[in-house]
C-alpha cells in the first residue's frame, strides 16, 4: 500500500503538539485593522488550538 501523503496547505498551517493537540496561527491580521481594536488586535497575535469537532479532519490531513 502507498504512503499516504500529507496536505500541503495543511502541513503550513498546523502544528502538532506532544498530546496530540493541534496548534495554528489565527487570521484576520493582514488588512483592513483601523476598524479592529487594539484589544482584538493583540488577542489575535496569539496561537490558538483547533476545535474538537475539527480535530480528526485535520489530523486526517497530517499522517505523519
Do not use: C
Not at 29 to 39: A, C, S, V
Amino acid at each position: 500500500m502507498p504512503k499516504m501523503k500529507t496536505n500541503s496547505s495543511a502541513k503550513k498551517r498546523f502544528k502538532k503538539n506532544t498530546n496530540n493537540k493541534i496548534k495554528f496561527t489565527q487570521g484576520f491580521r493582514r488588512h483592513l485593522l483601523t476598524k479592529k481594536t487594539t484589544k482584538r488586535k493583540r488577542a489575535l497575535r496569539k496561537a490558538a488550538f483547533i476545535h474538537a469537532a475539527d480535530h480528526a479532519r485535520v489530523l486526517r490531513l497530517l499522517p505523519n
